[in-house]
């Protein structure tokens, strides 16, 4: 177990709505990360968070939107959704922002878009 | 832009047979390297890292050797076993474009890793 607790595990729902997905960092990570995985693209970063901070962006749509909160969990807003958006989401935490804190991902949020 | 290009799969082995899934990547500057193993249903997991040219990370018999000469970072195992089925990802760390270093990785495709008992 990482300590990383991603919601929901499973999300299913139509064109054109918008979600919710949500994370909660391992205690006394300030950094979270969004990541996309596909079979496609493979994991793609979105967006790095530090202590309620953006801190660095990656392949994220002008549609997808993400925050971290003050005590620290963090939440990515998808909208507008296409059949593309379908893909497993994950969640990652480190302590500081930097190379020299490992990853440590959550299990992810399977989205299907119909 | 950096980048990283593994093997690609799937790869499938006898239990006791060695490993090697290649990957080199794509960088400016020095990155650090990294390999994650991601068995299934779960997330990515930190398996091994190198920080410097010519250091090797190890981790549960698994090695790989920082190669800057030939921009690689191979993984190897001497004997395989059934329960290091899974997929496993080469990563690097990503630069700012001021060069300071950031948390996130800018991972490989993957290799799936099937071994048969």
């Known amino acids: 177990d990482s300590g990383v607790t991603q919601t929901p595990k499973h999300l299913i729902t139509a064109t054109g709505q918008r979600v919710t997905l949500r994370c909660s960092p391992r205690?006394?990570?300030?950094?979270v990360y969004w990541y996309q995985q596909s079979l496609d693209q493979g994991l793609q970063f979105l967006i790095q968070?530090?202590?309620?901070?953006?801190?660095a962006k990656g392949n994220i749509l002008e549609r997808f939107s993400a925050q971290q909160f003050p005590d620290l969990h963090s939440e990515l807003n998808l909208s507008s959704l296409e059949l593309g958006d379908s893909a497993l989401y994950f969640c990652?935490?480190?302590?500081?922002?930097?190379?020299?804190?490992?990853?440590?991902f959550g299990n992810g949020t399977r989205l299907t878009v119909t | 832009g950096n980048s990283v290009t593994q093997m690609e799969g799937p790869v499938t082995l006898s239990e006791e047979a060695f490993l090697t899934i290649n990957c080199t990547y794509t960088?400016?500057?020095?990155?650090?390297l990294f390999w994650y193993v991601q068995y299934p249903g779960e997330g990515l997991q930190l398996l091994l890292k190198?920080?410097?040219?010519?250091d090797k990370g190890s981790n549960k018999g698994f090695e790989a050797t920082y190669r800057k000469e030939t921009t690689s970072f191979h993984l190897e195992k001497g004997s395989v076993q059934v329960s290091d089925s899974a997929v496993y990802f080469c990563?690097?760390?990503?630069?700012?474009?001021?060069?300071?270093?950031?948390?996130?990785?800018?991972f490989g495709k993957g290799t799936k890793l099937s071994v048969k008992p």
């Open positions: 990652a935490s480190s302590v500081g922002p930097g190379e020299n804190s490992p990853l440590h």
């Open positions: 990563a690097l760390s990503d630069r700012m474009n001021y060069g300071g270093s950031q948390g996130n990785l800018i």
């Open positions: 968070y530090y202590n309620g901070e953006e801190r």
């Open positions: 205690s006394g990570d300030l950094s």
């Open positions: 960088a400016t500057g020095y990155p650090s």
């Open positions: 190198a920080t410097k040219a010519d």
